[in-house]
Nanobody, 120 residues
Framework: VQLQASGGGLVQAGDSLRLSCAAS??????????LGWFRQAPGKERELVAR????????YYLDSVKGRFTISRDNAEKTVYLQMNSLRPEDTAVYYC????????????WGQGTQVTVSS
């Protein structure tokens, strides 16, 4: 199973970015997995930013991104997205996508990370 994240970059405060994470793997049943976006800033612990259930029917957001970020998934394309609007300098971090089976609490599969840098 591979998760390939993309879409990061250097933007100014107030700008938008959309991160994508494409899943692949012959034995990977995408619709059996809850997907999450995490981030880790220098010197800080990794935190869960957003999560979407296998069906897409339920989402979770970190308080600081509510109203600005939107997680979505395209099960046909085996891709999860994170639309990030009104970006702030404090959103600067490496962003990772991850997958866990819907009845598990452990994210078993991780993407390689994509850097998001927001300048003030």
């Amino acid at each position: 199973v591979q998760l390939q994240a993309s879409g990061g970059g250097l933007v100014q405060a107030g700008d938008s970015l959309r991160l994508s994470c494409a899943a692949s793997g012959r034995s990977f049943s995408f619709t059996d997995y809850t997907l999450g976006w995490f981030r880790q800033a220098p010197g800080k612990e990794r935190e869960l930013v957003a999560r979407i259930t296998s069906s897409g029917g339920s989402t979770y957001y970190l308080d600081s991104v509510k109203g600005r970020f939107t997680i979505s998934r395209d099960n046909a394309e085996k891709t999860v997205y994170l639309q990030m609007n009104s970006l702030r300098p404090e959103d600067t971090a490496v962003y990772y996508c991850a997958a866990r089976q819907k009845f598990s609490t452990t994210y078993a599969f991780w993407g390689q990370g994509t850097q998001v840098t927001v300048s003030s």
